[in-house]
């Protein structure tokens, strides 16, 4: 409990004293940490998850204003692996690791002025975590963690021997550190019905190695994810939808230390998602979001819509 | 359990099948547009080219510009930067804070295509034709910098070009150069001083920006703000300093610092291998001309005050204006020959250039 207390304090300072603008471009990569998607299971027992994540970054805004002007799309393709293991009623973790195509589209005159991806391993995200109430409870729980990203993605990415910026790169190519609240809680009157609230904070460390000479230090990242679900049969299986809204804040983006203009931002999501859920077959997860309000720092690519689909088993060992 | 295993299977196919909707390509140095590779076709070294992050055409140029009268232009400052263009007998002012958000404009004077271009990064401005070299285009931002600096493309060989080293740099047209017309760099508030009849770039028709806002916050002015790294850092004068630099023939660079309080430089004309380098910091106007008339006989000028557009006199009488033209005395209507030359930042000249010299510099601290 006192554990838990403290990374909690934790999490909150950091969020709080830092300081954090925002940041647009740079905030397509691969969302990793929205998709840290085990919630509590049973003592030794492995999680599994296999999704395709898809964020396109069409908008084109200057602060909350739209441009006049779409000709370009900043994409991220994902492909993550999910494992998790409960080591006790109190301890879990979850591993995260993706496979990340960067895309990048520009439009004239009604062809394709420049096409460029990249392709590779992204940064691999290493989650403990720790319940603090509910282990005896379906009903509600409270679960902590913190956890390190490490920069298991390539930051040095070159096309042609040209090199690319930090905001192509699979990787980030810096040691980060993540935090995470979970708070999960059903409705007295309708036990299917379930609230969850998810804070997540990544603290972003440094690439020393950026360009070779330089420096680079993408924004931190929070989000705060509240979302309201229920299940309902659907012949041999059950169908869970989701309802959520998401706040993220992303800070600003240094460069050998300087904060880089168009960097960061804060942006308002709606979250829709589906769940399929058989005995004992894979779950089938199914969720898309859209921006509600989106303010960047002066102008960026921001998100124009998300799009996620995965698969989820629970494998015990307990015998 | 085998059905499940086939199932998790499908699903891992529909998984691979949609990584491969994002191209069979996919990997770097595959089905993307960044050229060359290996410095193989490069004239400088591609170490310093770099990939700026919005991708070829992803900053617009403006194709169709729009103008507007002295007087109708009132959405500049006074205190702001304008370049100023006067080719086949049109004046024509293109103000930075547009420039900033498109970075080139393909304009027509006459009959003639003329390409503008300004690099925010480097705060340098060029003007060539569009019909040289055996082409015939228009430019585009290609999305990569050479040492910070703008490379333009060209919409008909898709050959790359240096803003600053004003010759091709990749593609068919290597090591060819451009046709320049030289430009003036000065504040509004000057050129309205000057009271010449000018067409005043008012920005891109359609696009929704007012540009009213600079878009890179305080990199005009924080000397350790840079974006990329340069091949030889230079630390003689503050990184922002603005600096008028004349290349010669050989890519070696002199300049003069416009702020620069250096002892022996307080006057306003200096003169260096046959060019005169003229600076006002009141009025925030460097120009430099050759000091040898097309005849051969080398001048001796002076600075003539409070007469823009003119800004010298010369041991003949002649007065001659920012555009090395002169206005009156025995040579009224004769042009002197333009020179290769910038006004921009000093920090990526020593990276771009061979020799960079520095008229008359203090080094700092000293």
């Known amino acids: 409990m006192r554990v838990s207390v403290i990374l909690l304090l934790l999490c909150l300072f950091f969020i709080t004293s830092r300081k954090s603008y925002s940041q647009a471009c740079c905030s397509g990569g691969a969302p990793i940490s929205f998709n840290l998607v085990f919630s509590t299971a049973p003592i030794h027992t492995f999680q599994f998850a296999l999704s395709y994540d898809y964020n396109n970054l069409g908008t084109l805004l200057e602060s909350s204003d739209k441009f006049n002007d779409n000709n370009r799309t900043r994409a991220t393709h994902a492909i993550l692996l999910n494992t998790g293991y409960t080591f006790s009623k109190q301890f879990a973790i979850d591993a995260v690791i993706p496979y990340v195509v960067q895309v990048r589209k520009v439009y004239f005159q009604n062809s394709t002025s420049d096409y460029t991806t990249v392709a590779g391993i992204g940064d691999l995200v290493v989650l403990p975590k720790i319940l603090v109430f509910g282990a005896n409870s379906i009903n509600r729980h409270l679960q902590l963690g913190a956890g390190v990203k490490a920069p298991t993605g390539k930051s040095n990415v070159k096309i042609n021997q040209i090199a690319l910026n930090a905001d192509m790169q699979p990787g980030s190519g810096s040691w980060d550190l993540i935090f995470m609240a979970n708070y999960y809680q059903t409705l007295r009157s309708r036990k299917s019905v379930g609230f969850n609230s998810t804070i997540n904070f990544r603290l972003a460390g440094t690439n020393k190695n950026y360009l070779e000479v330089q420096e680079y230090q993408f924004g931190d990242d929070f989000y705060w994810l509240n979302s309201i679900s229920d299940q309902f049969p659907l012949n041999n299986a059950l169908l869970s939808p989701t309802f959520g809204l998401r706040y993220r804040f992303i800070g600003i983006s240094k460069i050998n230390g300087v904060e880089l203009d168009n960097t960061g931002g804060q942006w308002l999501t709606a979250l829709i998602g589906v769940s399929l859920i058989w005995n004992n077959l894979p779950t089938l997860n199914v969720s898309g979001e859209l921006p509600i309000y989106s303010n960047v720092n002066g102008i960026q690519l921001s998100t124009s819509y998300r799009f996620n689909i995965g698969i989820q088993q629970q494998l015990s060992l307990k015998k | 359990m085998n059905l499940g295993i086939v199932k998790h299977l499908s699903i891992i196919l529909i998984f691979t099948s949609l990584l491969g909707c994002t191209g069979n390509n996919i990997g770097p140095g595959s089905n993307n547009n960044v050229p060359g590779g290996n410095d193989e076709g490069w004239a400088v070294p591609t170490q310093y080219v770099l990939d700026g992050g919005v991708g070829k055409d992803g900053i617009r140029s403006i194709d169709n510009p729009a103008f507007l009268t002295v007087a109708e232009a009132d959405f500049i400052n006074d205190d702001e930067l304008v370049i100023i263009v006067n080719f086949q007998g049109i004046i024509k002012v293109y103000p930075h804070k547009v420039l900033d958000y498109h970075e080139i404009v393909n304009d027509v004077f006459q009959d003639s295509l003329l390409t503008i271009s300004y690099c925010p990064l480097t705060g340098t401005a060029a003007a060539w034709k569009g019909n040289f070299s055996g082409i015939n285009t228009d430019f585009g931002v290609s999305g990569l910098l050479y040492n910070n600096n703008l490379i333009l493309y060209d919409r008909e060989t898709d050959s790359y070009w240096s803003q600053m080293k004003f010759f091709s740099i990749f593609g068919t047209k290597v090591f060819d150069e451009v046709d320049f017309v030289p430009v003036v760099e000065t504040t509004w508030g000057t050129f309205k001083q000057m009271n010449l009849p000018a067409e005043v770039l008012r920005g891109n028709v359609g696009s929704s920006t007012n540009y009213s806002s600079y878009p890179y916050g305080n990199y005009r002015t924080d000397n350790n703000y840079l974006l990329f790294p340069l091949e030889e850092p230079d630390d003689r004068l503050g990184a922002k300093e603005r600096v008028l630099f004349v290349v010669d023939e050989d890519q070696d660079v002199e300049m003069v610092a416009i702020n620069y309080p250096s ?92 020799e960079a010299n520095i008229i008359n510099y203090r080094p700092i601290g000293g």
């Open chain 2, 263 to 354: 002892p022996d430089l307080v006057q306003n004309v200096v003169v260096s291998n046959d060019v005169a380098y003229i600076r006002n910091n009141a009025l925030n106007l460097m120009v430099a001309l050759p000091t040898i008339t097309t005849d051969g006989v080398t001048h001796t000028f002076e600075y003539k005050h409070n007469a823009l557009p003119v800004i010298l006199i010369d041991e003949e009488g002649n007065e001659w204006d920012v555009f090395g033209k002169a206005v009156s005395g025995p040579r009224t209507g004769e042009q002197l020959t333009p020179i290769y030359s910038m006004v921009g930042y000093f920090f990526p000249i020593s990276s771009i250039f061979r």
